[in-house]
């Protein structure tokens, strides 16, 4: 990979507390449009390695690097500012407006539009155009005027996405976004998330098997905070150590 294919990057990336490492010597390259699963056992590390590159947690060691620019010390919001964004569950506000006032804030905040509220918002009219362009992206342009805490899960996942997307990522991190949801609420969770513009790079932990193999473009193994191994999913499917480590989770159970 060229270093213009690359998004992030992560070298030696280790963290532990006390005697406990979470993550050891994890280096990780993502390409650039990218849909890369971080997938593993139960306290595998993956949780721990995204929160080590949105700077949730400072790393004990190794470095991550944002294209070229090493921003291993960077704080959270600094990071969402370059690019990075991932997502939050929607708070109580966000809950009790509408989804389209929602979308409208939050580019609003990410435009320094920060003493427009709603009501005002008519006039920028471009801030709506812009809203309404996400929701049709993200197939919610029904819900618009639905309050967000009155929809299904899955489309709950989704103004969740919606609202990291009008960060203007170039990097969306997804954590479980299908957990709690009805398969078939996931599926078309998903599916929407495959169709989002390639120049958008999506890293996310799944722990269906099923949705990982169908949504996937590159996989990673994470096993005991170590990097089992990496590849396609064909190479994954195929990898007998990967089918050790469940079959090994699954006689556990
Ligand atoms: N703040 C913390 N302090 C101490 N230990 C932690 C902390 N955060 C996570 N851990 C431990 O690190 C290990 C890895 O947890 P992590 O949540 O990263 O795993 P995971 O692969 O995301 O697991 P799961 O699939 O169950 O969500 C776990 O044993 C967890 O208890």
């Not at 150590?241 to 159970?253: D, I, P, Q, T």
């Amino acid at each position: 990979m060229t270093q213009q294919n690359i998004a992030l990057r992560t070298e030696g990336l280790s963290k532990s507390w006390g005697a406990f490492a979470a993550n050891s010597d994890v280096s990780l390259t993502f390409a650039k449009g990218a849909r890369h699963a971080l997938i593993g056992p139960n306290g595998a590390g993956k949780t721990t390695f995204i929160n080590l590159l949105t700077g949730g947690f400072l790393p004990s060691s190794g470095k991550v690097y944002l294209g070229d620019q090493d921003i291993t010390q960077l704080p959270q919001h600094k990071r969402v500012q370059r690019g990075m964004t991932r997502t939050f569950q929607i708070n109580t506000l966000f809950a009790g407006m509408t989804v389209l006032e929602s979308v409208v804030l939050a580019i609003c905040e990410r435009r320094g539009l920060h003493s427009v509220w709603y009501k005002t918002v008519e006039k920028h009219t471009d801030v709506v155009d812009e809203a309404m362009a996400l929701l049709t992206t993200l197939k919610l342009s029904a819900e618009a005027n639905s309050i967000t805490r009155s929809l299904a899960y899955g489309k709950q996942r989704l103004v969740e996405i919606a609202l990291a997307l009008a960060t203007k990522p170039s990097i969306l991190l997804l954590d479980e976004p299908a957990a709690g949801i009805p398969q078939a609420e996931s599926k078309e969770l998903f599916e929407v998330i495959a169709q989002l513009p390639r120049d958008v790079t999506v890293v996310f932990i799944e722990h269906d098997m099923g949705l990982v193999f169908r949504f996937a473009d590159r996989i990673t193994v994470l096993v005991g905070g170590k990097v089992l191994t990496e590849g396609t999913p064909a190479e994954i499917a195929a990898d007998p150590r990967v089918k050790e480590v469940y079959l090994g989770e699954a006689e556990h159970a």
